[in-house]
C-alpha cells in the first residue's frame, strides 16, 4: 500500500562494484537501499506522518475534480458504485491508518 520495492544496478561502496540493489520508497521518499550482493543496507528514514499529511491533504482537495472526470467517463458506473464506495470508505481509512501503525511499531 505505501511501500514499493524496485532493483536497480547502483555501486556498492562495501563491495567496490556494481550491484543489484533493491530501493524501498514510501509514498515515493526513499526509504532503504539493501545490496543483494552482500546484504549491506542503507535505512533513512523519512517523515511518515509528514507525507502522510500531505497526501491525505493532496487526496481531499483534489477529491471533487477526481470525481467529476469518473462521472463524466462513465455517469452510469459511477451512479451504481458510488453506494458501495461511500459505505466501505471508513473501512478503507481505517485499514490505511492501521497500515501506518504497523510501519511505526516495526521502526
Known amino acids: 500500500m505505501f511501500e514499493e520495492t524496485s532493483q536497480t544496478e547502483m555501486y556498492c561502496i562495501n563491495c567496490l562494484d556494481d550491484t543489484v540493489h533493491d530501493v524501498t520508497t514510501i509514498r515515493k521518499s526513499l526509504y532503504k537501499i539493501r545490496c543483494e550482493q552482500c546484504g549491506r543496507e542503507l ?3 523519512p517523515d511518515v506522518r509528514h ?3 500531505h497526501d491525505y491533504l493532496d487526496r481531499v482537495l483534489t477529491k471533487r475534480f477526481r ?3 469518473e462521472f ?3 455517469a452510469r458506473k459511477f451512479v451504481r458504485n458510488f453506494p ?5 470508505k471508513p473501512w478503507r481509512m481505517m485499514h490505511e491508518v492501521r497500515g501506518l501503525h504497523k510501519r511505526k511499531k516495526s521502526e
Not at 84 to 88: A, I, K, P, Q, T
Open 72 to 74: 463524466q467517463d462513465d
Open 51 to 53: 507525507q502522510v499529511y
Open 84 to 88: 458501495f464506495r461511500v459505505m466501505s
Open 67 to 69: 470525481m467529476q472526470k
Open 43 to 45: 535505512v533513512v528514514n
